[in-house]
Nanobody, 125 residues
């Protein structure tokens, strides 16, 4: 059974930083593409960042230059370092995994099979 667990969310002032962690168990982690998505109240879930098994990275435009996704296959963990946070970054952040590398379609939520429960990120102005 696959488990995906996020941690590291919280409250931060605008301009601050947070680091989200995602631990995955029960899947071939080194082969998996891992992604971060977020969902704000009243909005659809949107892509934030993804990293393939070979460490190719993908970002949505609004976070480029501010967020960094990384992974450690020895720890079955992926991180999302979030800097220069803005109030519009406020959302529940979800970690997700898939055994396939969809390349540019790693941005599509339906391509991911395994999802965590989410962690709240709140950025105050």
């Amino acid at each position: 059974q696959v488990h995906v667990v996020e941690s590291g969310g919280g409250w931060v002032q605008s301009g601050g930083s947070l680091r989200l962690s995602c631990a995955a168990a029960g899947l071939s982690f080194s082969r998996s593409t891992m992604g971060w998505f977020r969902q704000a109240p009243g909005k659809e879930r949107e892509f934030v960042a993804a990293i393939s098994g070979s460490a190719n990275t993908y970002y949505t435009d609004s976070v480029k230059g501010r967020f960094t996704i990384s992974r450690d296959n020895t720890k079955n963990t992926v991180w999302l370092q979030m800097n220069s946070l803005k109030p519009e970054d406020t959302a529940v952040y979800y970690c997700a995994g898939t055994l396939r590398n969809y390349r540019d379609s790693n941005t599509v939520p339906n391509n991911y099979v395994y999802w965590g429960q989410g962690t709240q990120v709140t950025v105050s102005s």
